[in-house]
């Protein structure tokens, strides 16, 4: 089992920034793969980007490519998104997952994830 929180939600003005955290517990050695999704009301769960905690993989989707920034501090189990340039249309419910490797490659699919934090809120204004 591995447990995930996330933290760091909040509301920004467009053009600001925010810093997601998420903090894994339990046997994180079968769920390397971390990722973040969000989804917005009344659509479907989007990838944001993931990471391989053992290596040097990382996805990002085309919507946050040159903004978003994904990383990792592995003496603390945590995987950080950091989130530049925001838009009102970046407003969701984003959630850290933790899944195994695929094919060597860590991808950005809901379905491919097995352990899912509560979910933290973040509101961009314009």
């Known amino acids: 089992q591995v447990q995930l929180v996330e933290s760091g939600g909040g509301s920004v003005q467009a053009g600001g920034s925010l810093r997601l955290s998420c903090a894994a517990s339990?046997?994180?050695?079968?769920?390397?793969?971390m990722a973040w999704f969000r989804q917005a009301p009344g659509k479907e769960r989007e990838g944001v980007a993931s990471?391989?905690?053992?290596?040097?993989?990382?996805a990002y989707a085309d919507s946050v490519k040159g903004r978003f920034t994904i990383s990792q501090d592995n003496a603390k189990n945590t995987v950080y998104l950091r989130m530049n340039s925001l838009k009102p249309e970046d407003t969701a419910m984003y959630y850290c997952?933790?899944?195994?490797?695929?094919?060597?490659?860590?991808?950005?699919?809901?379905?491919?994830?097995?352990?899912w934090g509560q979910g933290t809120q973040v509101t961009v204004s314009s």
């Open positions: 997952a933790a899944g195994p490797r695929q094919g060597g490659r860590c991808y950005l699919g809901a379905t491919r994830y097995n352990y």
């Open positions: 339990g046997y994180t050695y079968g769920s390397p793969c």
């Open positions: 990471i391989y905690t053992g290596g040097t993989w990382i």
